[in-house]
């Protein structure tokens, strides 16, 4: 490399990290590749999964990460006490009663319904679905904390299972079921969107946030706003909350679009028929290739890095858009590609630039820690467990179900800092904060512990009693960006040998815990040392890079 | 749209954040105020300063601070690795020890009254883990307690009430304890986090060692890791401060050697301190104890490594001095070392020494009480090769002087810190604090005795107490306690005997034991089979 293209770089806000292109990886898999697959697609990289995927070809791993996992088994339940419609503590209250006029009783089932998808991420297994989902929410960004007078708990739930069925399937019929969603039809006022008076709010957000997106090559008008929402007039909830179209408040004109959707008329029908209408639109919208730039940066910024320059415009978004395109805007082929490609590896080194969003920080640790978590039988425990854990993301800027705007959460698509965003003077100290309680006394609500136990996790790597090893394994694990063998030593000789020369001597107190666990100079002699080397590393800047 | 409200938290100061302290080049030098002697309340009324030295690995004591007194029987032995009589740095002319020939340095504070010597100390059964031993230092713990707090945290946390919480402020602006290096002892773990900052050891060159902190290259990787590293720092309420305080002091002392690790974490210190900041405690340590071979060269028992590391400590020691003088700050600093452990009175084969218990503590600076504390264990000619250097001063007393005569701690709040009472010993000067400090020096050399002695079945030992909380111990070779033969307060000047019945004990030498207030005397006894 020249010094000129060096000082070219250097001015340069941010470096793309690679000029490769979608072509197939066919380099080395090994742990720092399968770490990276598992911190972008899933939260965290746990040792055994780590193991698990090492087994695997590169191939067949982003196949297994992009299969749809089953629907969950259990339903939120009361963790809030007493209920007006009846439902037990503990018994699920999907199905009671519609609460319209109970606002605080909604309150805490919309509440108890955040802990339970935090449940549904700790639990998401060796799977990207829950990950995608969280993606899709933040797509179709939704505040259901502003609706508790308005829009029953209920409907959130069923929201979260429409988005996590679709997740990994066809983007048109998402965006169908989300625009016909009785959530979104009250959220964006679809619900009062009539022939006489169009509501202009969900048809604007269709095509500005949810497919066309505000690029400089996005040329939709407002009268192309108008005439979707125009499209979009009859569809409604009724009574009972449920998706209905009213024929009588369709307009049933034909709607003519901009040169931008090559002059496409939706030919309007009265009747049912006008129901129909939707899809003609939608295809109509999914028609431009810009509406696959669109998801596609979207995709690039969640999953690989926030800088669109033209680099990355030209090597990956355009032939990724093409992809989609080409596949009928199939979900799981746009992924396998980016995931399968030598872009996504080469930043494995260049790369670990995502800033860990508040849940991909939580969530992530708690896996890679395999922190304890009640199981079914203790519900009252898991609501705990799920309850500080989403409290601790609601103090770090991210709360599930209350994204701030409808554009999604800011670190998202604020230029130019984007995944900066979740970093500031409170919330660095507060991570640092949160993790030095999880490793030392813990979290603790209604006399659940969460707590992190760091021989629990030594005792997962290949051989703890060596403590070069067990440095360079563990940071294999919690720390994305290379680490110097001078400053692994560093962290080996003062803390886990509290500056002795000898390595035998961690070694020996290794395995003398594990010969007599239950001596208390054995245990906190690698208690102690273990507790203030992962402490030391979570307060790491680099800990909160993936 | 919600209202979200930004938790407030407290921000912990256990984070490190590198790349913390520019190189600096600043012109302006302002010297403090010196405070003298104090009567106030405690350590926040004062601008005392606690520099603790870690030497990491268990020093060999026995050939740091060699008897002089016994030295046939030190020969003896460890033959292959004692110190010729003639190399010793004698102290005083009455002084039954005198220093290993690499410390001239600290010979020179003796005899410029700045340097007390605390021989054997330890505690009841001591541990011969580097680790436990450590941790029971650390944490001022006894050998079967388990301590998450640090003797350190426990001092400055209920000194400084409530912290982190309200920290900084007008009163203390400043990190209440400072760690040179990267990594925070656990001696400054309080029940409110960490009550310590890290700096680097040396703030001219911090991009040199400053810890884990790698380049940031120019990847995404690179550019998100500078924004993630410029926020740890500004996030850090002190970094600002101490920057100051380093710019503030622009010469220093040149004679501070060169290669001499220890030294350059003390320059940091000297120059922390005079550049104003209220920090109560500095830690800087050194590595390299573990001398179980090699501890000195073969033929030359005065060189070798351990030599090497004496004479660093020494003379680090001596130039920071030096430098507190120049910097006018010398008043205000009181220094001490230790090891988690002191080395086995019998030598190994190796030309080394193996892991054992008591060790001398030196502790230096104006308000050190010149003089060595203490006597020189016994070391009958037999002695079995297990045998450690006895328990004279328990190393929790160390602390507890120097929380209620260098910090002018109320002693009620000295117990609650160090969560028991402990003996005050006479190694600071009174002035310090303006406390009334025991004289040691007309005890006499008998105040327990023995007789029989040697025995078989049972001895009745003799002890004179002056009043006042009066304990005899009896500790076996290896330091373990045997016995608590006398536990209890007595109402003025008397003579006593206990009888110490020995049937159910396997022959050999025991240690009686004799506390009375500052006063103690370890008498060697012998039990022997009939």
């Not at chain 1, 203030?532 to 800047?541: E, H, R, V």
Request: include cysteine; aromatic fraction near 12%.
């Amino acid at each position: 490399m020249s010094d000129a293209s060096v000082s070219v770089e250097n001015k340069m806000r941010a470096w793309p990290g690679s000029t490769s292109g979608l072509q197939p990886y066919t380099g080395t898999w090994d742990t720092p590749q399968v770490v990276h697959l598992l911190k972008r697609t899933t939260f965290g990289a746990s040792v055994a999964d780590i193991n698990y995927f090492k087994g695997l070809s590169m191939s067949a791993s982003v196949d297994a990460l992009l299969t749809p996992t089953a629907v969950p088994v259990t339903q939120p339940l009361n963790n809030y006490g007493a209920d007006a419609t009846g439902v037990a503590p503990y018994q699920t209250w999907i199905g009671q009663g519609l609460l319209y006029q109970d606002k605080n009783l909604n309150a805490s089932r919309v509440a108890s319904m955040q802990c339970w998808w935090i449940g549904q991420m700790l639990g998401s297994g060796r799977s990207i679905h829950e990950k995608m989902t969280l993606f899709w929410h933040n797509h179709f960004a939704v505040d259901a904390t502003a609706h508790y007078s308005d829009t029953p708990a209920q409907l959130w739930y069923n929201q979260y299972l429409t988005i996590r069925a679709n997740a990994l399937g066809n983007f048109q019929a998402m965006v169908k079921a989300i625009t016909l969603d009785p959530a979104m039809l009250i959220f964006l006022n679809g619900n009062t969107n009539v022939s006489t008076s169009p509501n202009e709010n969900y048809g604007r957000e269709l095509q500005e946030l949810y497919t066309e997106g505000k690029g400089v090559n996005s040329l939709y008008t407002q009268d192309d706003v108008h005439n979707a929402a125009r499209v979009l007039t009859g569809h409604t909830v009724d009574v009972n909350y449920n998706y209905s179209f009213l024929p009588g408040n369709h307009d049933f004109g034909d709607k003519a679009f901009s040169a931008y959707y090559s002059n496409h008329i939706v030919t309007g029908y009265a009747g049912a028929a006008g129901a129909g209408e939707v899809d003609d639109m939608l295809g109509m919208l999914l028609g431009t290739q810009e509406c696959a730039k669109f998801i596609c940066r979207e995709l690039y910024n969640f999953f690989v890095y926030y800088v669109d320059d033209d680099t990355v415009e030209t090597n990956i978004i355009t032939p990724l858009a093409n992809v989609f395109r080409q596949s009928g805007y199939d979900i799981t082929t746009v992924l396998s590609t980016l995931f399968k490609s030598q872009h996504f590896y080469d930043m494995v080194y260049a790369g670990a630039c995502i800033i860990k969003s508040p849940l991909d920080f939580l969530i992530g640790l708690c896996r890679e820690y395999a922190v304890a978590m009640p199981d079914v039988s203790n519900p009252a425990g898991q609501y705990s467990a799920w309850n500080m854990i989403l409290q601790q993301s609601i103090s770090q800027q991210q709360e599930i179900l209350a994204i701030p705007v409808v554009a999604g959460w800011y670190a998202y698509y604020e230029s130019p800092a984007y995944h900066e965003l979740w970093i500031n003077s409170v919330t660095y100290p507060g991570r640092n904060y949160y993790t030095d309680l999880l490793m030392s006394t813990g979290d603790m609500m209604n006399g659940t512990p969460l707590v992190i136990d760091p021989i629990a996790f030594a005792k997962s790597l290949p051989n703890p009693s060596d403590p070069v090893q067990l440095v360079s394994d563990s940071l294999n694990v919690l720390i994305s960006p290379p680490v110097s063998a001078s400053s692994q030593e560093l962290l080996m000789r003062t803390i886990l040998l509290s500056n002795l020369t000898n390595n035998a001597y961690w070694t020996q107190a290794w395995l003398a815990y594990i010969a007599n666990p239950s001596d208390m100079t054995n245990y906190s002699t690698v208690f102690n040392r273990l507790q203030a080397f992962y402490k030391y590393l979570m307060d790491l800047p680099e800990y909160q890079l993936s | 749209m919600q209202r979200r409200d930004f938790i407030k938290i407290a921000a912990p100061l256990a984070t490190v954040f590198p790349a913390l302290l520019c190189g600096l080049n600043v012109k302006a030098y302002s010297a403090l105020p010196f405070m003298g002697g104090w009567t106030g309340e405690g350590a926040a009324d004062n601008d005392h300063v606690l520099v603790l030295i870690q030497l990491f690995g268990g020093n060999d004591g026995l050939n740091t601070v060699i008897p002089i007194d016994k030295y046939g029987a030190y020969q003896n032995l460890r033959s292959n690795i004692a110190i010729p009589q003639s190399s010793i740095l004698t102290l005083g002319p009455n002084d039954k020890s005198g220093l290993h020939p690499a410390m001239t340095g600290l010979r020179a504070l003796y005899n410029n009254d700045q340097l007390a010597v605390i021989q054997g100390v330890t505690y009841p059964s001591p541990d011969e883990s580097h680790f436990r031993a450590t941790d029971i230092y650390l944490t001022g713990s006894d050998s079967t307690q388990y301590l998450n707090t640090g003797w350190v945290g426990r001092f400055l946390g209920q000194t400084y009430t409530n912290f982190p919480n309200g920290y900084p402020n007008a009163t203390m602006p400043d990190p209440l304890a400072i760690q040179i290096g990267s990594v925070l002892s656990p001696t400054f773990m309080s029940t409110g986090g960490f009550t310590a900052m890290a700096v680097p050891e040396d703030v001219d060159f911090y991009s040199l060692i400053n810890g884990i902190t790698g380049p940031e290259p120019n990847t995404p990787m690179g550019t998100e890791l500078t924004y993630l590293r410029t926020v740890a720092r500004q996030t850090n309420k002190y970094a600002t401060v101490v920057e100051a305080a380093s710019a503030k002091v622009t010469q220093q002392y040149s004679g501070y050697p060169a290669n001499n690790d220890l030294a350059t974490q003390l320059k940091t210190v000297a120059r922390l301190v005079a550049g104003g900041l209220k920090t109560k405690v500095y830690m800087v340590n050194m590595s390299g104890f573990d001398t179980h071979g090699a501890q000195v060269q073969g033929g030359d028992t005065t060189s070798g490594n351990h030599a090497v590391l004496l004479g660093q400590v020494s003379d680090a020691i001596a130039a920071f001095m030096k430098d507190l003088k120049f910097l006018g700050v010398d008043k205000r600093v009181l220094g001490m070392t230790f090891s988690e452990f002191g080395r086995r009175i019998v030598s190994n084969g190796s030309l080394g020494t193996d892991h054992g218990a008591g060790q001398p503590v030196f502790v230096f600076g104006d308000a050190a009480n010149t003089g060595i504390l203490g006597n020189t264990p016994d070391m009958p000619a037999t002695l079995d090769v297990e045998a450690v250097v006895p328990l004279q001063y328990d190393f929790r007393s160390v602390y507890s002087t120097i929380l209620r005569d260098w910090f002018c701690v109320p002693a009620s709040d000295v117990d609650t810190m160090l969560l028991n009472n402990y003996q005050y010993l006479p190694f600071i000067k009174g002035t310090a604090c303006n406390n009334t400090i025991d004289d040691l020096n007309n005890i006499g050399d008998s105040v327990i005795i023995n007789y029989p002695n040697p025995f078989s079945d049972s001895t009745n030992i003799t002890y004179t107490t002056q009043g006042g909380h009066t304990l005899v111990q009896v500790f076996d070779v290896a330091g373990h306690l045997i016995t608590v033969l006398v536990d209890q307060v007595y109402i003025g000047t008397g003579t006593y005997s206990v009888t110490f019945n020995t049937t159910y004990l396997a022959s050999g030498i025991y240690y009686a034991r004799f506390q009375n207030g500052s006063v103690q005397q370890v008498k060697t006894m012998l039990k022997v089979t009939q």
